[in-house]
């Protein structure tokens, strides 16, 4: 995989819910508590750390950005707080993933790409996942017409790539802070405002 853009969207949730959520999430699979401030950043890339930044509410949402994707952490969390949560993942600017999560279960996926990462060739699922639930996504939907905005932006016939059909979601869905990584955030004056959260396999 190349470099990749990923942040994770929960609607309706509180900042000190989500970095609790996350806490509690990575806690039952076996991390422990580390000081995110004592972080190496080769151990970052290696895995040995997860560590997630959380911004404050926004709009309605609260974002945060893990230093590596992991989907059922995601829907545990999802769960743990009883809301609709929305991960976002760009790929090289072409192809842009979703999963859709509510009250801990996966309510949508979307691929842009139905062969990426899929040395296997193009599965069932695969097929299902190119085209966009926009039912299964109003629970975060701002608007009524909204459905159809989504629904002519990431089905139609001729799309865009996957940098515009990030774009577009996001601002249909008005997600302020979707193109924030964990690493970027790590260098930008931004983190000031984040709730900065790590920790280390026992």
Same mark, same amino acid.
């Given at each position: 995989m190349g470099e990749s853009v990923e942040s +994770?969207?929960? %609607?309706?949730?509180?900042? %000190?819910? $989500? $970095?609790?959520?996350?806490?509690?999430?990575?806690?039952?699979?076996?991390?422990?508590?580390?000081? #995110?401030?004592?972080?190496?950043?080769?151990?970052? +890339?290696?895995?040995?750390?997860?560590?997630?930044?959380v911004a404050p509410e926004q709009d309605g949402w609260v974002s945060f950005f893990p230093n590596r994707w992991d989907s059922d952490v995601v829907a545990e969390i999802s769960r743990l707080l009883s809301c609709p949560v929305l991960m976002l993942t760009l790929v090289e600017e072409?192809?842009?993933?979703y999963h859709f999560f509510q009250k801990g279960a996966l309510a949508d996926t979307y691929k842009s790409d139905v062969g990426y990462l899929d040395l296997d060739g193009v599965t069932e699922q695969d097929q299902l996942a190119a085209r966009a639930d926009t039912q299964a996504l109003s629970p975060v939907?701002?608007?009524?017409?909204?459905?159809?905005?989504?629904?002519?932006?990431?089905?139609?016939?001729?799309?865009? #790539?996957?940098?515009?059909?990030?774009?577009?979601?996001?601002?249909?869905?008005?997600?302020?802070?979707?193109?924030?990584?964990?690493?970027?955030?790590? +260098?930008?004056?931004?983190?000031?405002?984040?709730?900065h959260v790590a920790f280390r396999k026992r």
């Amino acid at each position: 995989m190349g470099e990749s853009v990923e942040s +994770v969207h929960l %609607k309706g949730a509180a900042q %000190k819910g $989500v $970095v609790s959520g996350i806490e509690h999430a990575l806690r039952a699979r076996g991390w422990t508590d580390a000081n #995110p401030a004592n972080l190496d950043p080769e151990d970052l +890339v290696a895995g040995v750390y997860r560590a997630f930044y959380v911004a404050p509410e926004q709009d309605g949402w609260v974002s945060f950005f893990p230093n590596r994707w992991d989907s059922d952490v995601v829907a545990e969390i999802s769960r743990l707080l009883s809301c609709p949560v929305l991960m976002l993942t760009l790929v090289e600017e072409g192809a842009f993933l979703y999963h859709f999560f509510q009250k801990g279960a996966l309510a949508d996926t979307y691929k842009s790409d139905v062969g990426y990462l899929d040395l296997d060739g193009v599965t069932e699922q695969d097929q299902l996942a190119a085209r966009a639930d926009t039912q299964a996504l109003s629970p975060v939907l701002p608007a009524p017409e909204a459905a159809g905005e989504i629904d002519g932006l990431l089905n139609a016939a001729e799309r865009p #790539p996957g940098a515009q059909l990030a774009e577009g979601l996001a601002r249909i869905l008005r997600i302020a802070r979707w193109r924030e990584t964990y690493t970027t955030l790590a +260098v930008s004056d931004a983190r000031r405002e984040c709730a900065h959260v790590a920790f280390r396999k026992r």
